[in-house]
Nanobody, 116 residues
Framework: QVQLVESGGGLVQPGGSLRLSCAAS????????MGWYRQAPGKQRELVAA???????SYADSVKGRFTISRDNAKNTVYLQMNSLKPEDTAIYYC??????????WGQGTQVTVSS
C-alpha cells in the first residue's frame, strides 16, 4: 500500500524560502508523474507543480518562477523548493501522483504559513 509522507513546512516571513520533501513507499515510485498540491482554508485543493517520470516539469501560473519541483527516484522522494514566498502561499501542502487515476491515499500534508 502506498504511503506518502510530507515534511519541511513551517512559518516563514514574506520573501523567505522553504524546501518541502515527500517520501513515497510501497510503490514503483519512479514510473509515476508526481505533483505537489496545496489547500488553503476555504479553498479547493490545487495542483501547483508536477514532474514527469523523466523529469519534465510544469507549474501553476501563481508559482511559476518561484517554486521548483524535483525528484530523486533512488530515494523515492519528490521535493518542492519554494522561494520568494508570499502570504497567499499559505496552505497545507500535499504530494501525490499527478493523475487522479493513480492517486494514493492522501498524507497529512505539511503546513506552510507565510506571515510577518
Amino acid at each position: 500500500q502506498v504511503q506518502l509522507v510530507e515534511s519541511g513546512g513551517g512559518l516563514v516571513q514574506p520573501g523567505g524560502s522553504l524546501r518541502l520533501s515527500c517520501a513515497a513507499s510501497g510503490t514503483i515510485f519512479s514510473i509515476y508523474a508526481m505533483g505537489w498540491y496545496r489547500q488553503a482554508p476555504g479553498k479547493q485543493r490545487e495542483l501547483v507543480a508536477a514532474i514527469s517520470s523523466g523529469g519534465s516539469t510544469s507549474y501553476a501560473d501563481s508559482v511559476k518562477g518561484r517554486f521548483t519541483i524535483s525528484r530523486d527516484n533512488a530515494k523515492n522522494t519528490v521535493y518542492l523548493q519554494m522561494n520568494s514566498l508570499k502570504p497567499e502561499d499559505t496552505a497545507i501542502y500535499y504530494c501525490n501522483t499527478e493523475s487522479p487515476r493513480t492517486y494514493a491515499a492522501w498524507g497529512q500534508g505539511t503546513q506552510v504559513t507565510v506571515s510577518s
